[in-house]
């Protein structure tokens, strides 16, 4: 089983719908990132969160880190097809090394 | 340079053959990961480099996988004797710091196994 749980694993929407992906874990995280991947490249940072209930907001995109610090939600506004990509969540637990990776949310957005 | 460079992009190799592939990371930064994705996937973790310390290899699927770090800047990641399940993309990103700081990732090795 994964560490974090992404859902959906997959979402089709079209262009200016808007949408929630969730990133769920029974264990807590000292922080945790968001990236975006397109096919081909590696993934790219949008977020870090640090503190339980932070909301951080980029451009329409709106992160929010629970308050137990086990789970992350990001909403996108108004949603574009350069939105397009495979969306990761990662969280880095207290006294280990290393980030773990969810196994990302796959979203296309029609025009 | 400005960012994380892995070379070859892409390998088609025989089973059993070894591969080498490497990860030049973005210069100062000290930590330094390897992890795989394997298609449709999630990323696997594979080894950590901080520094000077020795490196986490809990990730390291069999002993088959091994990984250098010379003079705390590039990393080679190693496959002795290539299986079929050892084809996926493998992906190497550096930090300037500890966890839990933004990574940057590199464009990957596609490793195919024939």
């Known amino acids: 089983t994964q560490l974090l749980e992404q859902s959906p694993q997959f979402l089709s929407i079209q262009e200016g719908e808007n949408l929630t992906v969730y990133c769920n874990s029974s264990s807590v995280f000292s922080s945790l990132q968001w990236y975006r991947q397109e096919p081909g490249e590696g993934p790219v940072l949008l977020v870090t969160v640090v503190t339980g209930g932070e909301v951080k907001k980029l451009k329409r995109l709106t992160f929010q880190f629970g308050d137990a610090r086990k789970d992350s939600s990001l909403h996108i506004t108004a949603a574009q097809p350069g939105d397009t990509g495979l969306y990761l969540c990662a969280g880095t637990q207290y006294n280990n090394n290393d980030m773990r990776f969810g196994a990302g949310t796959r979203l296309t957005v029609k025009p | 340079g400005a960012g994380v460079s892995q070379s070859p992009s892409n390998k088609v190799t025989e089973k059993g053959k070894d591969v080498e592939l490497r990860c030049d990371p973005i210069s100062g930064h000290t930590a330094l990961y390897w992890y795989r994705q394997s298609l449709g996937q999630g990323l696997e973790f594979l080894i950590y480099?901080?520094?000077?310390?020795?490196?986490?290899k809990s990730g390291l699927p069999s002993d088959r996988f091994s990984a250098e770090r010379t003079g705390g800047s590039v990393s080679t990641l190693t496959i002795q004797r290539t299986q079929q399940e050892d084809s996926a993309v493998y992906l190497c990103a550096s930090s300037p710091r500890r966890v839990g700081y933004g990574y940057t990732f590199g464009s990957g090795t596609r490793l195919t196994v024939v």
């Open positions: 480099f901080q520094g000077n310390s020795a490196p986490d």
